[in-house]
């Protein structure tokens, strides 16, 4: 039996069992949703974190710019391979519709930034099959595993 809580738990948006296997096994190419060329935004400086521990960033951006020597998108769906993690740099209030285009592409898993929560989306992406962590950072998790 597992001790995962369950969707409607709020310690579910942050367990870290969720978390390793998201960062673990979950795959390796990450849609980072926000990710522009600014370097003082936060999602530039976690996208190069994510890149130095082996994850392939695809930035996506209605610019659709160059991140980090990555080809940039302008949505999710604009994206002409698979997704395995779409990692979420937009405000709250926008985050859901990307939760909602992570499930439609595909997406293993949705993780919403620090600051970034959503009870309605979490339910519905977990309910779609999806692993989903809210309020937190890869950057700050990867170097707690160990």
């Known amino acids: 039996m597992s001790t995962e809580p369950t969707a409607t738990d709020p310690a579910a948006y942050s367990a870290s069992e969720t978390v390793r296997r998201i960062l ?8 980072v949703v926000g990710l522009s060329s600014n370097r003082s935004r936060a999602a530039y400086g976690v996208a190069a974190v994510l890149q130095r521990f082996g994850k392939r960033i695809v930035p996506v951006h209605p610019k659709a710019e160059t991140v980090h020597g990555e080809q940039g998108y302008a949505s999710l769906a604009d994206i002409p391979f698979p997704v395995d993690v779409v990692d979420v740099f937009v405000n ?53 595993l160990g």
């Open 92 to 144: 709250s209030e926008l985050a859901g519709a990307v939760a909602d285009e992570a499930v439609a592409i595909g997406a293993k898993a949705v993780w919403f930034q620090l600051g970034v929560v959503d009870d309605e989306a979490f339910a519905r992406t977990r309910e779609a099959g999806l692993d989903m962590v809210m309020d937190r950072c890869p950057a700050i998790e990867i170097p707690r």
């Open 24 to 31: 673990t096994s979950t795959g390796d190419t990450w849609a």
